[in-house]
């Protein structure tokens, strides 16, 4: 604490901001492999996984869309320490006897866990904006993608820890390892975050969560299709796949996935010195490596069909996607906050990870649906035709940086 205290005020809020985001994302990958590989282990269906989690993707739209209104109004401290707290509630009710835990019961934790998790990203990325000067873009991308990847790697950490918790402690002492942990960030987070960080000048209007920006709005449709792309075979179909078609046991399975989201986290964490070529981007290169993505679960897609070495093919496809991902995740979230308006980013950011959730929603209904009906070569099609779409609309984005926020009309 005495280190902490020693930093610069924006430093510190950056740290605080960073470490609470970090502990957040750690039990939320956990829990995710939790529940996908206890209810697999209980012997639910894909399509039966995938429902599980369709309350976390819905309130997450709505969070998304509500949240940065909210955090405008009453400040961004407060957002995030609701959202903290509201994922020790969610993994509260996990705790319940077995019996209880039952399908709508564990689908209302989601729910309740996909309004903390909005509620916390939306924060995070939005304190960023106020916590870097106006002038200084480099520092601003640069403190994203670090913010953005690191958060990734702990996310893949979290897929790992959720496997290894099952196996260790079973599902109830997994949950309440977990909620112990979150439950001591709470309460640094509350005693560390700066009281009015975030808080517009004015009080926006209701009707301010809509985007009046053209660039914000063409950004959020690329980024519905593009996370979109990523569930439809992520979420349910790829552990299912690997459990069912490999037989790989729950170590097996979330470690694979860990090392899967602690390369691409790495990968976000170092964009801005693979695509930063002495110029900071703009909407031609969120078209360029969006075409480029488009390629690759296709190719994967075609070698699975062909059944040319598929354990290769896959796992070695699937890290190169990864990687090309990550370029593309960390390129959009920099230019969310570059083109986001100061005195009311929450509101921008908040309508675009609300995009952001839409995508993720209709991802997940897809994985399990596509997966049970047609199998993972499915889904890797309509991941790659979702990708393409995500490159078409970046054409509407302007194609040099943003050097100033829109200002909203």
């Not at 370029?327 to 005195?343: C, F, G, M, P, T």
Request: with cysteine; proline share 3%; hydrophobic share 55%.
């Amino acid at each position: 604490m005495s280190w902490l205290s020693q930093r610069a005020p924006e430093i510190r809020q950056y740290m605080i901001v960073t470490g609470n985001y970090w502990a957040f994302t750690l039990t939320d990958g956990a829990l995710r492999m939790l529940v996908v590989l206890h209810f697999h282990g209980l012997g639910y269906s894909p399509l039966a996984i995938a429902l599980l989690f369709i309350f976390y993707e819905i309130f997450g739209v709505i969070t998304n869309l509500l949240g940065g209104w909210l955090g405008a109004r009453i400040g961004l401290n407060k957002t995030m320490n609701v959202g903290l707290f509201l994922q020790i509630m969610a993994l509260a009710m996990l705790l319940v006897p077995a019996s209880l835990l039952t399908v709508p019961w564990v689908m209302a934790a989601q729910g309740l866990s996909g309004v903390a998790k909005d509620l916390n990203k939306m924060s995070a990325k939005s304190a960023i904006k106020l916590l870097v000067p106006s002038d200084a873009g480099g520092q601003l991308y640069r403190w994203v993608a670090i913010l953005t990847g690191s958060k990734n790697a702990l996310k893949g950490a979290g897929f790992f820890l959720g496997g290894v918790l099952l196996t260790w402690l079973a599902f109830a002492g997994a949950v309440l390892a977990m909620a112990l942990l979150l439950a001591l960030v709470w309460v640094f987070s509350l005693i560390g975050l700066k009281k009015d960080l975030g808080k517009a000048k004015s009080k926006p209007k209701f009707t301010d969560i809509f985007s009046k920006s053209r660039a914000i709005n063409y950004l959020s449709a690329a980024r519905m299709f593009l996370f979109g792309s990523r569930d439809v075979w992520f979420v349910v179909a790829l552990p299912v796949y690997l459990a069912s078609t490999f037989g790989w046991d729950h170590w097996s399975v979330g470690g694979f996935l860990a090392l899967w989201v602690i390369g691409y986290g790495f990968i976000q964490g170092v964009a801005p010195k693979i695509t930063n070529a002495g110029a900071l981007p703009g909407g031609q290169q969120a078209f360029t490596w969006a075409i480029m993505l488009s390629v690759i679960p296709a190719l994967i897609a075609l070698a699975l069909a062909y059944q040319w070495h598929p354990v290769g093919s896959l796992l070695l496809g699937l890290m190169v996607f990864g990687a090309f991902f990550a370029i593309n995740s960390s390129l959009h979230s920099y230019l969310i906050v570059s083109y986001a308006s100061e005195d009311s980013v929450s509101l921008d950011v908040g309508f675009y990870y609300m995009a952001n959730a839409l995508g993720r929603l209709f991802g997940t209904v897809l994985s399990g649906w596509l997966y049970q009906a047609h199998g993972l070569v499915a889904c890797l099609w309509v991941s790659a035709g979702f990708i393409a779409v995500a490159a078409l609309i970046s054409l509407g984005l302007p194609k040099r940086p943003v050097q100033a926020p829109e200002q909203s009309a």
